[in-house]
T-cell receptor
């Protein structure tokens, strides 16, 4: 079983739609979580950190469920520019290691 | 800040040649990571350093790969000899930790633009 798992997609959604991605992690000792965005042929870039209480940044909402060991990303009012691959990241407690999921591909259609 | 700097951005070489990739982390960051990304295998962690010391190199594919971090502002990843299956995008990333396994307030990882390596 992979340490961080994501549905690879692609998720094809119309502009203006709301879309949600989930990511599960296997190690309950994981301490910190992030969502990254990667555009085609570019480097991954931080989208947002994920806090225990949940957090929002504009159209983006991230949530953490430690009991079920998953994190989620909700995108409201999708834009064409949101088309990218979204990578879920967990840091293992007691390490400096960032564990990346394989990513979920999103395509927002006009 | 200039961000993480990598060079070269593109490298085309022939099988058997030595390849050296370079990375300058964000000033003040104390951890540095080398990743490789391919369509088939996704993003793979090769090795990471904390305070210039290699901590985990279990992701290095084989002895042909080596990495060094002689000081806080420079790291290299060397492949010798290179093979066609090494073709990939190699990313360097850096982050800040405030103590032993304690993430700094902004402990997110910042990536360089990558080096696209093609081995013919």
């Amino acid at each position: 079983r992979k340490e961080v798992e994501q549905d690879p997609g692609p998720f094809n959604v119309p502009e203006g739609a709301t879309v949600a991605f989930n990511c599960t992690y296997s190690n309950s000792a994981s301490q910190s979580f992030f969502w990254y965005r990667q555009d085609c042929r570019k480097e991954p870039k931080l989208l947002m950190s994920v806090y225990s209480s949940g957090n929002e940044d504009g159209r983006f909402t991230a949530q953490l469920n430690r009991a079920s060991q998953y994190i989620s990303l909700l995108i409201r009012d999708s834009k064409l520019s949101d088309s990218a691959t979204y990578l879920c990241v967990a840091i293992l407690s007691g390490t400096y290691k960032y564990i990346f999921g394989t990513g979920t591909r999103l395509k927002v259609l006009a | 800040d200039a961000g993480v700097i990598q060079s070269p951005r593109h490298e085309v070489t022939e099988m058997g040649q030595e390849v050296t990739l370079r990375c300058k982390p964000i000033s003040g960051h104390n951890s540095l990571f080398w990743y490789r990304q391919t369509m088939m295998r996704g993003l793979e962690l090769l090795i990471y350093f904390n305070n210039n010391v290699p901590i985990d190199d279990s992701g290095m594919p084989e002895d042909r790969f080596s990495a060094k971090m002689p000081n806080a502002s420079f790291s290299t990843l060397k492949i010798q000899p290179s093979e066609p299956r090494d073709s990939a995008v190699y990313f360097c990333a850096s982050s800040l930790w405030s103590g032993l396994f304690r993430l700094a307030a902004d402990g997110s990882q910042y990536f360089g633009p990558g080096t696209r390596l093609t081995v013919l």
